[in-house]
């Protein structure tokens, strides 16, 4: 985390108001219209995590039983079980061999008469490659759900990601281009949408005691808030740091032979929040795992595919074996049958590296060395 004593003054500030909850305070009301005027979108609600803006974002789209979203396996477990949470069925596609991202003639092949919703991850700051995504979506009239979380700051063709699908999420995870310790973000342009979100968020009350729609209770706090809006107000520094750190980084190992550097497609403005470098076995001599235990500062980066986890596997999510046994779905999906082969074999070469903006030009630098001496 990159805290300042500004944002130690902002947190004292609501400390002293008393006021600690969204529904009292002003901190997060002002953090949500910054955010979208930062993003470009009309509405921002924020919540207490970015698993939360990925639930409440597709049970604002009425997504539900019977209904599929197709989806990467190449990511953090909340981008797939938002969907179940919802009570959908996770369909995965595969992801593109250089960006790592979700490849547009996959997502094609996967399309069927239950899709309600394509959910593409902007992954460590690389966009996905959104025109195929959204031509596709117009002409099956389904949704555009942008995981953005590890992406603020990130632009696609000019413009920032999350605002360009129908709804997008963003992460203040401490990891992330900014922090609320805890925390997320919905953005929309939609007025409808805008509106269930924040019904969703608190209970489904417009009003005291008022009950519209079965909601939760996934609010941001006031000191939240507070932090949001004074990282919001240095995001262009810790992007540019981070950009710094990254192209360092890749200009270093770009002629080392064996190890690649993360790949910039020309459609991305990356704002980068690690870097990832894919190693070649048959050339270094070593499988990934053999490579991170001799270069321990290295992170292994979603291991294998989520189709290939327990979860998955053995189908488990709600009593009596929902979403996939409910009758209003009435079909059979076996992950264990599902074969992508860029994606398995990209877990087997990808790792990361921290580029956050306390990292040091010296630890750089000893990354390098090992990394060279790996490659030899």
């Given at each position: 985390?990159?805290?300042?004593?500004?944002?130690?003054?902002?947190?004292?500030?609501?400390?002293?108001?008393?006021?600690?909850?969204?529904?009292?305070?002003?901190?997060?009301?002002?953090?949500?219209?910054?955010?979208?005027?930062?993003?470009?979108a009309r509405y921002?609600?924020?919540?207490?995590?970015?698993?939360?803006?990925?639930?409440?974002?597709?049970?604002?789209?009425?997504?539900?039983?019977?209904?599929?979203?197709?989806?990467?396996?190449?990511?953090?477990?909340?981008?797939?079980?938002?969907?179940?949470?919802?009570?959908?069925?996770?369909?995965?596609?595969?992801?593109?061999?250089?960006?790592?991202?979700?490849?547009?003639?996959?997502?094609?092949?996967?399309?069927?008469?239950?899709?309600?919703?394509?959910?593409?991850?902007?992954?460590?700051?690389?966009?996905?490659?959104?025109?195929?995504?959204?031509?596709?979506?117009?002409?099956h009239d389904i949704?555009?759900?942008?995981?953005?979380?590890?992406?603020?700051?990130?632009?696609?063709?000019?413009?920032?990601?999350?605002?360009?699908?129908?709804?997008?999420?963003?992460?203040?995870?401490?990891?992330?281009?900014?922090?609320?310790?805890?925390?997320?973000?919905?953005?929309?342009?939609?007025?409808?949408?805008?509106?269930?979100?924040?019904?969703?968020?608190?209970?489904?009350?417009?009003?005291?005691?008022?009950?519209?729609?079965?909601?939760?209770?996934?609010?941001?706090?006031?000191?939240?808030?507070?932090?949001?809006?004074?990282?919001?107000?240095?995001?262009?520094e810790f992007i540019?740091?981070?950009?710094?750190?990254?192209?360092?980084?890749?200009?270093?190992?770009?002629?080392?032979?064996?190890?690649?550097?993360?790949?910039?497609?020309?459609?991305?403005?990356?704002?980068?929040?690690?870097?990832?470098?894919?190693?070649?076995?048959?050339?270094?001599?070593?499988?990934?795992?053999?490579?991170?235990?001799?270069?321990?500062?290295?992170?292994?980066?979603?291991?294998?595919?989520?189709?290939?986890?327990?979860?998955?596997?053995?189908?488990?999510?709600?009593?009596?074996?929902?979403?996939?046994?409910?009758?209003?779905?009435?079909?059979?999906?076996?992950?264990?049958?599902?074969?992508?082969?860029?994606?398995?074999?990209?877990?087997?070469?990808?790792?990361?590296?921290?580029?956050?903006?306390?990292?040091?030009?010296?630890?750089?630098?000893?990354?390098?060395?090992?990394?060279?001496?790996?490659?030899?």
């Amino acid at each position: 985390m990159n805290l300042s004593k500004e944002e130690q003054k902002e947190v004292i500030k609501v400390m002293e108001s008393q006021m600690l909850t969204l529904l009292h305070g002003e901190s997060v009301k002002t953090f949500e219209k910054e955010f979208a005027n930062y993003i470009g979108a009309r509405y921002a609600i924020a919540v207490n995590s970015g698993t939360a803006a990925l639930h409440i974002a597709i049970a604002a789209l009425d997504i539900g039983p019977g209904d599929e979203v197709i989806v990467p396996p190449f990511t953090f477990i909340a981008s797939a079980s938002s969907i179940l949470h919802n009570n959908a069925i996770p369909i995965f596609a595969d992801i593109d061999d250089k960006t790592y991202t979700l490849d547009p003639n996959s997502v094609k092949k996967s399309i069927t008469n239950k899709t309600r919703a394509i959910l593409p991850v902007h992954l460590a700051g690389i966009s996905s490659n959104l025109d195929p995504l959204r031509e596709i979506a117009s002409e099956h009239d389904i949704y555009i759900i942008e995981d953005a979380a590890q992406s603020i700051g990130t632009k696609y063709m000019g413009k920032m990601v999350g605002s360009i699908g129908d709804i997008g999420c963003f992460s203040f995870y401490p990891s992330k281009n900014i922090t609320t310790g805890e925390g997320g973000m919905i953005v929309t342009n939609d007025d409808h949408l805008a509106e269930q979100c924040r019904l969703l968020r608190h209970h489904g009350e417009p009003e005291w005691y008022v009950y519209n729609r079965l909601g939760y209770n996934y609010r941001m706090t006031e000191i939240q808030g507070a932090i949001g809006r004074i990282q919001l107000k240095r995001i262009n520094e810790f992007i540019k740091l981070r950009n710094d750190n990254a192209k360092y980084l890749t200009n270093a190992l770009t002629n080392i032979n064996g190890i690649d550097p993360p790949f910039v497609p020309d459609y991305c403005d990356p704002a980068f929040n690690y870097w990832i470098g894919r190693i070649h076995p048959e050339i270094i001599g070593m499988d990934k795992n053999e490579f991170i235990e001799k270069f321990p500062r290295s992170k292994i980066l979603y291991p294998k595919p989520l189709y290939q986890t327990k979860l998955f596997l053995e189908k488990i999510a709600y009593p009596k074996g929902c979403p996939w046994s409910c009758p209003f779905y009435g079909k059979e999906i076996d992950y264990r049958t599902l074969q992508l082969p860029v994606v398995e074999k990209v877990t087997k070469e990808i790792f990361a590296l921290d580029i956050h903006p306390k990292i040091t030009k010296q630890q750089l630098d000893e990354n390098i060395k090992i990394m060279k001496n790996l490659a030899k």
